[in-house]
């Protein structure tokens, strides 16, 4: 299979790599950020700019993992990504202070979207095409 070759495979060591990086954050006991000294809570905010950040990062390592940026590799990129983020949510109902959301799932599913585009961009800028042609 031509398409198998060790080189292609070591390409998906990032994308691994970031699942555990993932995972093993997910495995933590919530961490709470105090409020502001006004009485604002900014916790929720940066939690899920957090989950769009890791996500997006984890769309982009498949995109470029596969190669390519055809409509076909973005959807993987966006739903490896929305599919990973549904089974965290699940493993986090299983520690201690987690719980599972399946707002975050959506979230998650933004950040590999956002992840996707992000991958068509460098792509297009790479194979010679500004963005938007």
Same mark, same amino acid.
């Given at each position: 299979?031509? +398409?198998?070759?060790?080189?292609?495979?070591? %390409?998906? #060591?990032?994308?691994? =790599?970031?699942?555990?990086?993932?995972?093993?954050? $997910?495995?933590?006991?919530?961490?709470?950020?105090?409020?502001?000294?006004?009485?604002?809570?900014?916790?929720?905010?940066?939690?899920?700019?957090?989950?769009?950040?890791?996500?997006?990062?984890?769309?982009?390592?498949?995109? +470029?993992?596969?190669?390519?940026?055809?409509? %076909?590799? #973005?959807?993987?990129? =966006?739903?490896?990504?929305?599919?990973?983020?549904? $089974?965290?949510?699940?493993?986090?109902?299983?520690?201690?202070?987690?719980?599972?959301?399946?707002?975050?799932?959506?979230?998650?599913?933004?950040?590999?979207?956002?992840?996707?585009?992000?991958?068509?961009?460098?792509?297009?800028?790479?194979?010679?095409?500004?963005?938007?042609?």
């Amino acid at each position: 299979m031509p +398409w198998l070759s060790a080189r292609r495979c070591l %390409r998906f #060591l990032p994308v691994l =790599a970031w699942m555990g990086i993932i995972f093993f954050g $997910s495995s933590r006991q919530n961490i709470n950020i105090p409020p502001a000294p006004n009485g604002w809570s900014v916790e929720r905010p940066i939690k899920k700019v957090a989950h769009i950040c890791e996500y997006a990062t984890l769309a982009f390592l498949v995109g +470029w993992a596969i190669g390519g940026a055809t409509g %076909r590799t #973005l959807a993987i990129c =966006a739903a490896v990504a929305a599919v990973y983020g549904a $089974s965290d949510e699940i493993h986090q109902a299983f520690v201690p202070t987690r719980h599972a959301r399946l707002f975050d799932v959506g979230v998650d599913t933004v950040g590999g979207c956002l992840g996707a585009w992000a991958w068509r961009q460098v792509w297009r800028r790479k194979d010679g095409k500004a963005p938007g042609d």
